[in-house]
C-alpha cells in the first residue's frame, strides 16, 4: 500500500508526463530547429539568452544551501546540491566543462562576441523567470526550490533534446565539441530528476508541504515556459528584449 508522499510523488510524475508533450526549450524554436528555418543570427541571439539564463539561474542553489540545515533529510538535501554544483561550475562533472560555460561556448558557436556575452538583450520573460527562481531560493525551505527547478526540469524523459543536437549538427554544421552543453544534460533525469522525488516523497507528508512543492513546481513550468517563448521572440527579432546584468 502506498504511503501519502509516495501517492504525491506519483501525481508530481504525471504532471511533469503531460509537460513532457512540448519540448524543453518551447514548441518554437524547437520547430524552428527542426525545420532549418532560423538563421544563425537568431540562434546567436538564442544562445546568448541561453547563456544568460543558465549561469544566473543556478544562483537559487545558493538559496537553497542557505534554507537547508543539518538533519538527516537537509544532508541529503546538500549532498545533492554539490554533486549538482560540480556539474554546474567545474569540470569534473557531467561535460568537459562548467555549463554555464558549455552554454557560452555554444553562443560562440554562432558567432556571438564577448561584447553581447557581457551585455546581453534578454527576453523580459526569461528576466523573470531567473528572479523569481532566485528569490524563491531565499525564501523557500530549500527542497521546495529544489524539487520544482529539478523536478521542471531534469526530470523530463521526451527526446527533444537529441533530436535539436541531431537538426543543430545536421542543418547548421555545429561541432560535438559546440554542442557539448546538451549532450552534458542528456540523461539528467537519472542524475539529477529521480533522487529529487525521493526527498520529496520523505519530506512531503502534509497536505501544507505537498501544495508548496506542488505550487512552486507548477509556477516553475509556467515561468519556465514563458521565458523561452520570451526567449525566441527576442531571438527572431520580434521583441527588442532588455539588457541584463550579469
Known amino acids: 500500500m502506498s504511503t501519502q508522499s509516495q501517492a504525491f510523488t506519483k501525481d508530481l ?3 511533469i508526463q503531460e509537460q ?3 519540448p524543453l526549450y518551447g514548441k518554437s524554436f ?42 538527516p533529510l537537509d544532508q541529503k538535501i546538500r549532498r545533492h546540491i554539490v ?17 554555464w560555460l558549455l552554454s557560452r561556448r555554444l553562443a560562440e558557436a554562432f558567432g556571438a562576441t564577448p561584447e553581447e556575452l557581457s551585455h546581453p538583450r534578454v527576453a523580459k520573460e526569461a528576466l523573470d523567470y531567473v528572479n523569481w527562481v532566485i528569490e524563491l531560493g531565499r ?26 543536437v541531431q537538426a543543430l549538427s545536421e542543418k547548421y554544421g555545429l561541432s560535438r ?16 530528476g529521480d533522487p529529487v522525488y525521493k526527498l520529496v516523497e520523505e519530506y512531503a507528508t502534509t497536505p501544507e508541504r505537498q501544495e508548496k512543492i506542488r505550487t512552486a513546481l507548477r509556477t516553475w513550468c509556467e515561468k519556465f515556459r514563458a521565458a523561452q517563448e520570451g526567449i525566441f521572440k527576442v531571438a527572431l527579432g520580434v ?6 546584468m550579469l
Do not use: C, P
Open 13 to 15: 510524475r504525471a504532471y
Open 20 to 22: 513532457e508533450k512540448a
Open 30 to 71: 524547437f520547430e524552428g530547429v527542426m525545420a532549418g528555418t532560423m538563421n544563425r543570427e537568431a540562434l546567436k541571439k538564442w544562445a546568448i539568452q541561453h547563456h544568460y539564463r543558465t549561469g544566473q539561474h543556478i544562483r537559487a542553489f545558493g538559496g537553497i544551501f542557505l534554507n537547508t540545515g543539518l538533519s
Open 83 to 99: 554533486e549538482n554544483l560540480i556539474d554546474e561550475e567545474t569540470v569534473m562533472g557531467r561535460g568537459d566543462d562548467a555549463h
Open 139 to 164: 525564501r523557500e525551505y530549500g527542497l521546495v526550490t529544489l524539487a520544482a527547478m529539478s523536478i521542471g526540469g531534469e526530470s523530463r524523459r521526451e527526446n527533444s533534446m537529441e533530436r535539436l
Open 177 to 192: 565539441e559546440a554542442l557539448e552543453f546538451f549532450y552534458a544534460h542528456m540523461g539528467e533525469a537519472e542524475a539529477h
Open 239 to 244: 521583441e527588442e528584449g532588455l539588457e541584463a
